[in-house]
């Protein structure tokens, strides 16, 4: 329980911090996903709108806060925890925007007011600098990009060399991630870099440091992951204990949260410098200011859609890193593809929490029909057992859990793999050891029904023995 109150807590934490610092992680020239004139970063309305926000966040950050913990001390004995922690982030991802939004939209009537367009340069142009994308690649050696792919067999081949029991899944959510890792990491070394707000040299300078430092995130959290998913195979395998894997997975996601919040600040001391530049003069001989007006280019201050720029990904307006160009048809397939995946994932997600078992005997076999279905055979039992609870539970390998619902394949803390049929894991169960130390465990809600079940199947099974 503990655990889930420190999640909770870190998690918020990080989202606090997001919300407050929103503006420092903005690009030169841009306040809440506006185009201001340069320098005008300290301007007194815009300031007052910034203050407004961060007030106004950190109110509806409070109440959310207040909100889950009540939620996890309340629903604590029903085991639905973590469905408070999954609830708080989403609502804390979404009022976030809620809050951005609205400050946006004072800002751009600010704009409007002051007439600062007129201070903006119209030209439909775009500054490219192709060299910049030279010196990204280069900073970056090809033969790195194979050291996480080499540790990752490396830590699949142990359990394959010692014959032990590995999950496929676990091995397609690993390639996967890697893979969409190292898409990342191409698309930034390809990426085109459009040039504006502010001097010319000032703005490359910042441009080509911040995607080296991005590259070399990405890079580590490549790394971090392999890791991960290597020892989460270990653990499958029963080579290292549950115990271990949980540590060196706290490490490791530690480790990325700190390299990740590490990068942000880097970065957002890095523009906070150049804005603090942009606050002088710059009409010295010989410097080049590119302030062009660009706002029409962006959904809401965030999306960027120009259907006139080839280009598949650019830079963030506000935050790091990248984001497509929804105007692009690539684009908008990876999207629409990316939107049927989560749909099929949280419908499968639903399914799995939701589906009743069916359980059919007949004189050779007992079956229960499900997401996760089995056909006991009789003769394949070594055991039965009624048990008053169940073994405690370390690590779910594939299956859903909602609640006390458990069904699928799990690790239990003693290292045993199991599969589950359990509908309430705070009531007695039944025990069904197979040939080659398969173990599942079953039971109703109702104990009634899983004492009928236990009976019903000791009396087929004892049939055939």
Do not use: H
């Amino acid at each position: 329980m503990e655990i889930v109150y420190i999640l909770i807590f870190l998690i918020s934490c990080v989202f606090l911090f997001m919300g407050l610092f929103m503006q420092n992680f903005a690009n030169n020239s841009i306040f809440f996903g506006v185009r201001i004139p340069v320098g005008y970063d300290k301007n007194e309305l815009l300031q007052k709108e910034l203050k407004r926000f961060k007030k106004r966040w950190s109110i509806v950050w409070g109440i959310i806060f207040i909100l889950s913990l009540f939620g996890i001390f309340t629903l604590k004995d029903k085991g639905y925890e973590f469905i408070v922690v999954f609830i708080s982030i989403f609502s804390q991802i979404i009022l976030l925007q809620v809050c951005y939004f609205i400050t946006f939209n004072k800002v751009k009537k600010i704009k409007k007011q002051e007439n600062w367009k007129e201070l903006l340069t119209n030209k439909k142009v775009v500054y490219v600098d192709l060299n910049l994308q030279k010196q990204v690649e280069k900073s970056m050696n090809k033969g790195f990009y194979l050291i996480p792919w080499i540790i990752y067999l490396i830590f699949l081949a142990i359990p394959i060399l010692k014959e032990k029991q590995i999950e496929i899944i676990i091995i397609i959510s690993a390639v996967s991630s890697l893979i969409i890792l190292q898409i990342s990491i191409l698309g930034i070394l390809k990426t085109k870099q459009n040039l504006n707000g502010g001097d010319l040299e000032s703005i490359k300078k910042e441009a080509l440091s911040n995607k080296k430092i991005i590259l070399k995130l990405l890079y580590s959290t490549q790394i971090l992951l392999s890791i991960l998913f290597g020892v989460t195979n270990l653990s499958i395998a029963g080579i290292i204990s549950n115990n271990i894997a949980s540590i060196i997975t706290v490490v490791i996601v530690i480790s990325t949260l700190i390299l990740s919040l590490a990068s942000a600040l880097i970065i957002s001391k890095r523009r906070e410098f150049i804005r603090n530049l942009l606050e002088k003069d710059f009409n010295e001989k010989g410097q080049i200011i590119l302030n062009k007006d660009d706002d029409d280019n962006y959904l809401m201050g965030i999306f960027y859609y120009n259907p006139n720029d080839p280009s598949l990904l650019v830079d963030k307006r506000m935050g790091v890193g990248m984001t497509f160009n929804f105007a692009n048809p690539i684009a908008k397939i990876i999207n629409v593809i990316s939107v049927v995946i989560l749909v099929v994932i949280f419908t499968l997600v639903i399914k799995l929490s939701t589906s009743t078992m069916n359980v059919n005997f007949s004189n050779s076999n007992v079956s229960i029909s499900c997401m996760y279905s089995s056909d006991i055979n009789y003769q394949d039992i070594v055991k039965i057992e009624y048990l008053n609870k169940i073994p405690p539970i370390g690590t779910k390998i594939n299956g859903a859990s909602t609640g006390n619902r458990n069904i699928g394949y799990y690790r239990t803390k003693d290292n045993r793999n199991v599969k589950l049929y359990i509908e309430d894991s705070k009531e007695p169960c039944v025990l069904i050891k197979l040939k080659g130390e398969k173990i599942i465990y079953f039971n109703y809600k109702d104990k009634e029904k899983t004492e009928n079940f236990y009976k019903t199947l000791k009396n087929y099974y004892e049939k055939i023995i």
